[in-house]
């Protein structure tokens, strides 16, 4: 039996963060992270797009929207204190047509409401940025986005938290909660307090603890293509005009940290939790319980699973991943881009009762535990001023 003040389950960026929070709110007691891979950060938080968002596409109501900007603020500072590569090429939002016109004016209202520079500019203007751009008219500009390596940026934060003094077990995967115990692959742990930030399998983790009723994970395949060494380079991130109705931002263009030219990501339902490529890490009952969920959406779900799941799926040809982004650019060509990334799963929450995907981040807890549910895009960005939030919520239930 292992004893510990803190045990946080999961050691991507948004469980670092948190350990490392606790640890500044408590240096004095004992914090552990368990992380059922090799090492951490090996699902979501080494396999997202690395953009530092802005903030504007957010409503100003919630979480996403009060944490984005300083987030992007805090995360280049820290990327800056750490001599991590940052691409400061800003991002370039694009309307197809004349109906799209309004869709920035709605961008442009959340960016004033959240407090994010965004610059409204003409057609001209956008190709003074990237010559070859498409866009009508109009085009909205981000100049505070940037991106970065998110590999590198995981790897400075694990050294950080284990200076500081976090445990991090990798390996240890979290199995059953009983009683008072936590039942892992290694050992028992008999926590005072236990922060779920287990990603993928968050709704499961938390059930056991009695939260998480109404909720259930529904995860989504993000691939990349990537341009070939010999295509023409591009100086800025380009996004089409996004559905606000639904968590995704469409097929784009993002400049890597390195100054690597990629488009993507699709968001294709998968049917398992790690369905990276072929069969690996395939489970029957999460296939069938997935499998059941997205069928039982088809007809019912708000945000229109069975129109979103078609486009999805159509996007495993490259040629259509290429037709789509080239809707944002001039000369974009199948034979510039061939090789796919690595894959990516997103872990969308689903509330069951009212069939929609959460927008927002969701935490549930009690003076016992707390559970992030939901910490999808922009959680890299969101990952320090967010774990300051949840780390508030603990101490906050743990005096009361």
């Keep these: 039996m292992v004893t510990t003040d803190f045990l946080i389950i999961g050691g991507g960026v948004i469980g670092i963060n948190i350990a490392r929070g606790l640890k500044r709110l408590y240096p004095d007691e004992r914090v552990i992270v368990i992380e059922k891979e090799p090492s951490c950060g090996l699902h979501a938080s080494g396999r997202n797009s690395g953009v530092l968002h802005a903030g504007f596409y957010y409503s100003p109501d919630s979480l996403k929207a009060k944490f984005t900007k300083v987030g992007n603020q805090r995360l280049t500072a820290y990327c800056e204190s750490r001599n991590i590569p940052l691409n400061r090429c800003g991002k370039l939002v694009v309307a197809k047509d004349e109906r799209e016109l309004s869709s920035l004016d709605e961008l442009l209202k959340r960016a004033k409401a959240n407090e994010i520079l965004l610059d409204d500019i003409s057609e001209r203007e956008a190709k003074e940025i990237e010559p070859r751009v498409k866009t009508w008219n109009r085009a909205l500009f981000s100049p505070s986005t940037s991106t970065v390596d998110p590999t590198a940026v995981m790897s400075a934060m694990v050294r950080d938290a284990e200076l500081e003094g976090v445990d991090i ?41 009695g939260f998480s009723e109404r909720y259930c994970m529904l995860p989504f395949k993000g691939l990349y293509l990537y341009a070939e060494e010999s295509s023409p380079p591009l100086r800025t991130n380009i996004y089409p005009v996004p559905d606000l109705r639904n968590p995704f931002l469409g097929v784009h263009f993002t400049l890597t940290g390195s100054g690597k030219v990629k488009i993507g990501p699709t968001a294709i339902p998968a049917f398992w939790r790690e369905q990276y490529g072929g069969m690996n890490n395939f489970s029957l009952k999460e296939c069938l319980e997935i499998t059941s969920t997205g069928l039982g959406l088809l007809g019912h779900a708000g945000f229109e699973f069975r129109r979103l799941a078609a486009e999805e799926v159509l996007k495993y040809s490259r040629r259509r991943m290429v037709r789509l982004a080239g809707e944002l650019l001039e000369g974009v060509r199948p034979d510039q881009f061939r090789q796919w990334g690595k894959p990516g799963i ?5 509330d069951v009762r009212k069939r929609r995907l959460e927008m927002d981040f969701v935490v549930e807890g009690d003076d016992r535990s707390m559970h992030v549910l939901n910490a999808v895009s922009p959680a890299f960005t969101c990952s320090m001023p967010f774990a300051d939030y949840v780390c508030n919520r603990i101490q906050a239930t743990v005096l009361n």
């Design 346 to 350: 997103r872990a969308q929450l689903l």
């Design 169 to 209: 077990r990798s390996g240890v995967a979290f199995l059953d909660r009983r009683a008072e115990c936590i039942c892992t692959t290694d050992s028992e742990f008999q926590a005072g307090y236990v922060v779920n930030a287990a990603g993928l399998y968050a709704d499961k983790v938390a059930k056991s603890f």
